[in-house]
């Protein structure tokens, strides 16, 4: 599969087609379709037809420098469930949640933080601000007491979808070990 930037088309094999409701008119589906499927509003009901799985969608995805779907949420180009925001970092409801609160923060600039495995010393500040943001998200959202996770997935294996370093905030539920 040849996946340049987020916006260019994805080569699909036959077999998984039907997985993207490809057409034979349409064997192309670019893969901003596929990722904007997990982030349209958080209040529609029924989830479109050519959601992909979190582990495809990671297994698409090609680390770039081009613009993402955080990008055009941050730009506010698409809507989100914003719960927080300053000049550094954004939050918002995953519409896709794993647990009763389930939210993404992320930095507003990438500056090549790509993922945490692209972090440099120069990204230390920004690093300190995402973790210490999640704690107010989490007492905003009631979940100091019983206790919340705080998950960054990382590169294919780690199920990273989107190239644009963000935690998820989870709570509201007991927590397994270990996980995925």
């Given at each position: 599969m040849v996946l340049m930037c987020l916006t260019n088309k994805v080569d699909i094999p036959t077999n998984k087609k039907k997985l993207y409701d490809m057409s034979e008119e349409n064997p192309n589906k670019s893969r901003l379709q596929i990722l904007t499927a997990h982030f349209t509003t958080h209040h529609q009901k029924k989830k479109p037809a050519a959601m992909a799985s979190e582990k495809e969608a990671a297994l698409l995805a090609v680390p770039s420098d081009s613009p993402t779907i955080f990008d055009k949420i941050i730009n506010k180009e698409i809507p989100a469930n914003i719960v927080y925001e300053d000049d550094k970092v954004l939050a918002f409801r995953d519409i896709n949640p794993q647990?009763?609160?389930?939210?993404?923060?992320?930095?507003?600039?990438?500056?090549?933080?790509?993922?945490?495995?692209?972090?440099?010393?120069?990204?230390?500040?920004?690093?300190?601000?995402?973790?210490?943001?999640?704690?107010?998200?989490?007492?905003?959202?009631?979940?100091?007491?019983?206790?919340?996770?705080?998950?960054?997935?990382?590169?294919?294996?780690?199920?990273?979808?989107?190239?644009?370093?963000?935690?998820?905030?989870?709570?509201?539920?007991?927590?397994?070990?270990?996980?995925?």
């Open positions: 647990a009763p609160v389930h939210i993404l923060l992320m930095p507003k600039v990438r500056d090549g933080l790509t993922g945490l495995s692209k972090a440099e010393e120069k990204h230390c500040e920004i690093l300190g601000q995402l973790l210490y943001t999640a704690k107010l998200v989490a007492k905003q959202e009631g979940l100091l007491e019983n206790g919340f996770r705080l998950v960054i997935n990382d590169g294919p294996s780690g199920c990273q979808s989107v190239y644009h370093l963000h935690l998820h905030l989870l709570g509201g539920r007991q927590m397994n070990w270990p996980p995925g």
